[in-house]
């Protein structure tokens, strides 16, 4: 399985980016698939994941959606009232193991994109 990131950018507090999460290799269907996000010295953390249903990092909850196409095998995660603290590499994530039910954890998943940058500006 790979995973291809995109849609990052810099963008101004209070705008909206996309992200694209394009999985190839076989279906992902039916297993948590994930964002994360790493700012400069400070750990990976948490976004939000997809599998039935969704979760969200409280810091993002209410401004953040998380989504997945399983026609084209792509998860997305649209970001609308960035705030400069957002700024970081996101990652996307899945995993290999259909009856998991833990899916905010780094170590929960398998599989991992590249990274794709998205600074907020004030």
């Known amino acids: 399985v790979q995973l291809q990131a995109s849609g990052g950018g810099l963008v101004q507090a209070g705008g909206s980016l996309r992200l694209s999460c394009a999985a190839s290799g076989r279906t992902l269907s039916g297993r948590f698939m994930g964002w994360f996000r790493q700012a400069p010295g400070k750990e990976r953390e948490f976004v939000a994941s997809i599998r039935t249903y969704t979760w969200y990092a409280d810091s993002v909850k209410g401004r953040f959606v998380i989504s997945r196409d399983y026609a084209n095998n792509t998860l997305y995660l649209q970001m609308n009232s960035l705030r400069v603290e957002d700024t970081a590499v996101y990652y996307c994530?899945?995993?290999?193991?259909?009856?998991?039910?833990?899916?905010?954890?780094?170590?929960?998943?398998?599989?991992w994109g590249q990274g794709t940058q998205v600074t907020v500006s004030s």
């Open positions: 994530a899945a995993q290999e193991d259909p009856t998991s039910f833990s899916g905010s954890r780094p170590t929960d998943y398998n599989y």
